[in-house]
């Protein structure tokens, strides 16, 4: 069964920085793509940020410029730069990763993290 565990949220006030990790408990190169999800109470779950396994990255618009998403295939760890952080990206932050075939997809999802900002 994959594992992904997730670290590196809490408090921080608006413009400051965190970083999020992502450790899979396989080679994240298993995957087709892994990425961060975010989700607020009442809300659907939205992608932050994703990367692919050939390297390709993808964001959200409202973190574009923001968010930096990178991997260490040594740690099996993906990581997620959040830098200038806006009240409005406090959210339970979840860490995805997929693997796809010709015939669908499965995915699986870290319990997540909580990021509040505010001051």
């Known amino acids: 069964q994959v594992q992904l565990v997730e670290s590196g949220g809490g408090l921080v006030q608006p413009g400051g920085s965190l970083r999020l990790s992502c450790a899979a408990s396989?080679?994240?190169?298993?995957?087709?793509?892994m990425g961060w999800y975010r989700q607020t109470p009442g809300n659907e779950r939205e992608l932050v940020a994703v990367?692919?396994?050939?390297?390709?990255?993808n964001y959200a618009d409202s973190v574009k410029g923001r968010f930096t998403i990178s991997r260490d295939n040594a740690k099996s760890t993906v990581y997620l730069q959040m830098n200038s952080l806006k009240p409005e990206d406090t959210a339970v932050y979840s860490c995805?990763?997929?693997?796809?075939?010709?015939?669908?997809?499965?995915?699986?999802w870290g319990k997540g993290t909580l990021v509040t900002v505010s001051s």
């Open positions: 990367i692919t396994r050939g390297g390709v990255t």
């Open positions: 995805n990763a997929r693997r796809a075939w010709s015939v669908g997809s499965l995915d699986y």
């Open positions: 396989e080679s994240i190169f298993s995957f087709n793509a």
